[in-house]
């Protein structure tokens, strides 16, 4: 069965590193979504991606930073990991195309900055 | 900024009672979607209203939309402890990008 997966589920990391969250869907979906989820906020898109070679800002880019090489994959790097950067991150996926689509979610990784 | 905002954030029902939970938002839209998230786990897509649909049905769950008041609601019928969940509504203002705006969320808890 398709599956979009991430990695790590749960990651601690000290001020000033630099971390990268993987995402890995087996849809074969052009679109992927970064979302990061904190209390009060719902969920709030960073990155978004519709293809290979493309990428675009979302409403909380800042700090954050991907590429696409390939369909199955949307690394999330952190340059330079903030206490404010604690949080858990959702990728997603979903069809492109004219018509409008549901996403689909990764499990999610839970992210400390200490 | 978040383009829905859920009302109420937080409801407890007893099971098999009705759950109704609001979603407003600001600017015009292609579609909103509803999504619910267990505790702990990724959002799963429960369904999507187009603006030009009124009314949607998918098994126990009723979404209504109302683009003149800009807002949505999803109804649960016959609630089942398993329905304890967040649940967010989701706007699509560019059918050809599929990128969404999250609300808050609505924390349902369905007590047994």
């Known amino acids: 069965d398709a599956e979009i997966t991430q990695s790590p589920r749960h990651k601690i990391t000290e001020t000033g590193r630099q971390v990268t969250l993987a995402c890995h869907q087996t849809?074969?979906?052009?679109?992927m979504f970064w979302y990061r989820q904190d209390l009060g906020h719902g969920l709030r898109l960073i990155h978004y991606s519709y293809g290979v070679q493309d990428t675009n800002k979302g409403e909380v880019s800042d700090g954050y930073s991907v590429s696409r090489s390939n369909t199955e994959d949307l690394p999330l790097t952190l340059e330079s990991a903030a206490s404010s950067q604690t949080s858990v991150y959702f990728c997603?996926?979903?069809?492109?195309?004219?018509?409008?689509?549901?996403?689909?979610f990764g499990p999610g990784t839970r992210l400390t900055v200490t | 900024s978040q383009q829905g905002e859920e009302d109420p954030q937080a409801l407890s029902i007893q099971e098999g009672e009705n759950a109704t939970m609001n979603c407003s938002y600001k600017t015009s839209i292609n579609n909103l979607q509803w999504y619910r998230q267990n505790s702990g786990r990724g959002l799963v897509h429960l369904i999507l209203?187009?603006?030009?649909?009124r009314e949607k049905h998918s098994g126990r769950l009723r979404v209504t939309l109302d683009t003149s008041k800009k807002s949505s609601s999803l109804l649960i019928t016959a609630s089942r402890a398993a329905d304890t969940a967040s649940y967010f509504c989701a706007t699509d203002a560019n059918a050809a990008g599929n990128k969404l705006t999250f609300g808050g969320g609505t924390r349902v808890l369905v007590k047994p």
């Open positions: 849809w074969n979906h052009n679109n």
């Open positions: 997603a996926s979903s069809e492109s195309g004219r018509a409008s689509y549901e996403q689909y």
């Open positions: 209203i187009r603006s030009n649909e």
